[in-house]
């Protein structure tokens, strides 16, 4: 264990082992923490539930652990973009942590007066009383991976934004082209117009198309390392970059009990919303990207790999019910067949 050295008020030294042997020995404490882009809203209650102390202070990881020093504290944070960093820095520190699903802690805790002192006093409350719906927190290298592929589709969907902007340039202009004018051609044909705007929205698109070839070498790299991937990429319709998002979004089969548990997940299981007689299906609560990368790869598997079984089960619900429907019920069947993938370590079979 790493000792790090401190200095009391009265100008003593220690070091961290020291006080957390006195952590050890300490009474049982609950500590919740309010997660905003610039301020934390601390609190620190008691097994009784009586509040011990209280802070707001800006983004300052040394304050967070000041303020917990020398407490035995179970510490709650709701699920979000800016949770990691302190989650990593109090589970290195010793603490017992976990990562509420924000969602599902306001269905549970609703309250009329909604200020961050009662957010942080709640999570505190429900921590204490063992009701906090916990969100999965993935690995580190997991969540390095995600960033990966996530920055790349958010770079594409950047390009595709520029060039609907570049058509929109043209077409205000009553200009006419034949053909993709984002050839080489076409990028001539564009280049000379002399038109500023679609100057400017060129260059971006050419600088983030290297960006995302870039990408695409590390995704590469990456893919033929991981053991999901490597699975996943035998798939008729699925690429590297498919591979490895679908990996990256799932992390851990095994926290799935079953396909259906899976298909949940990825959205791929319609939830139902009724008051009296009237119903409505929806999508649910769930991962958006792994529900948006499993209908597209399910969409060129059909249209590649006609023996496959799962090909033959869209055409016949297509058939029946139309397009729309067939493909969700196509990517919820590829999903099943990617939980016996990565559950029994197969490469994928025509069969399904």
Same mark, same amino acid.
């Given at each position: 264990m790493t000792c790090i050295r401190y200095q009391t008020t009265t100008g003593q030294v220690g070091c961290s082992q020291k006080i957390r042997g006195r952590k050890a020995t300490a009474k049982l404490m609950y500590a919740a923490l309010d997660l905003h882009e610039k301020s934390i809203q601390c609190v620190?209650?008691?097994?009784?539930?009586?509040?011990? +102390?209280?802070?707001?202070m800006g983004k300052d990881e040394d304050r967070i652990l000041k303020f917990l020093d020398g407490t035995?504290?179970?510490?709650?944070?709701?699920?979000?973009?800016?949770h990691q960093h302190i989650y990593d820095v109090l589970k290195e520190r010793g603490y017992d942590v976990t990562v509420a699903h924000p969602l599902m802690v306001k269905a549970i805790a609703y309250a009329r007066v909604k200020t961050d002192k009662v957010d942080a006093r709640t999570l505190a409350d429900l921590l204490r009383a063992d009701m906090i719906p916990e969100a999965y927190v993935p690995a580190g290298d997991v969540r390095e991976v995600r960033d990966l592929v996530r920055r790349r589709h958010y770079m594409v969907k950047l390009r595709t934004?520029? +060039?609907?902007k570049v058509h929109a340039e043209i077409a205000t202009r009553w200009i006419k082209y034949d053909g993709n004018v984002f050839t080489e051609d076409g990028k001539v044909f564009l280049r000379s117009l002399s038109i500023d705007a679609v100057d400017d929205y060129l260059d971006t698109i050419e600088f983030l198309s290297r960006k995302i070839r870039e990408l695409d070498e590390k995704v590469k790299k990456v893919a033929e390392s991981d053991r999901y991937a490597k699975l996943l990429v035998t798939i008729p319709g699925v690429g590297w970059y498919g591979a490895l998002l679908i990996s990256s979004e799932i992390a851990?089969?095994?926290r799935f009990p079953d396909y259906e548990h899976l298909c949940s997940y990825a959205r791929l299981s319609p939830g139902v919303r009724q008051s009296g007689d009237t119903q409505h299906t929806t999508k649910g609560l769930g991962d958006s990207m792994l529900n948006w990368m499993m209908v597209?790869?399910?969409?060129?598997?059909?249209?590649?790999?006609e023996s496959s079984a799962i090909t033959r089960f869209y055409q016949q619900?297509?058939?029946?019910?139309?397009?729309?429907?067939a493909i969700v019920a196509a990517a919820r069947k590829l999903m099943r067949a990617v939980y016996i993938m990565l559950k029994e370590e197969q490469a994928f079979r025509l069969d399904g």
């Open positions: 620190l209650k008691d097994e009784d539930g009586r509040v011990i +102390k209280e802070s707001k035995r504290a179970k510490v709650v944070m709701e699920s979000g973009y800016n934004m520029l +060039k609907n851990d089969v095994n597209q790869c399910t969409r060129v598997h059909v249209r590649r790999c619900v297509s058939k029946r019910r139309g397009e729309k429907i």
